[in-house]
């Protein structure tokens, strides 16, 4: 099976993708998606020991954890200015 014209691996007839495949579908970055997996945020199979496979329903669960943020920006810092000697 030609996997560029699927978009993905057919395997029990569930569509696989790999990181690269599964962040240009999603429109992020492959690390994004490497990190969204460590933190538990995202959703994934693991095939084997190492190898790890994104179904549509994976990248769909993506969407469905995140929830509007809360600024976590810290405010800038006022630069100090230096007192002149008297």
Same mark, same amino acid.
């Given at each position: 099976?030609?996997?560029?014209? !699927?978009?993905?691996? #057919?395997?029990?007839? /569930?569509?696989? @993708? !790999? @990181?690269?495949? $599964? $962040?240009? *579908? /999603?429109?992020? &970055?492959?690390?994004? %998606?490497? *990190?969204?997996?460590?933190?538990? %945020?995202m =959703?994934?199979? *693991?095939l ?11 990248? /769909? &669960? +993506? ?6 943020? #809360?600024? !976590? +920006? !810290?405010?800038?810092?006022? #630069? =100090?200015?230096?007192?002149?000697? &008297?």
């Amino acid at each position: 099976m030609n996997r560029r014209s !699927t978009g993905g691996r #057919q395997m029990e007839g /569930l569509v696989f @993708y !790999t @990181y690269c495949e $599964a $962040a240009k *579908k /999603l429109g992020v &970055s492959e690390s994004a %998606i490497r *990190k969204w997996v460590a933190n538990g %945020i995202m =959703r994934h199979h *693991k095939l084997g020991g190492r190898l790890v496979r994104f179904t549509d329903e994976d990248l /769909l &669960s +993506a969407f469905r954890v995140v929830e509007p943020m #809360q600024s !976590t +920006a !810290t405010p800038p810092r006022r #630069q =100090r200015t230096r007192r002149r000697p &008297s």
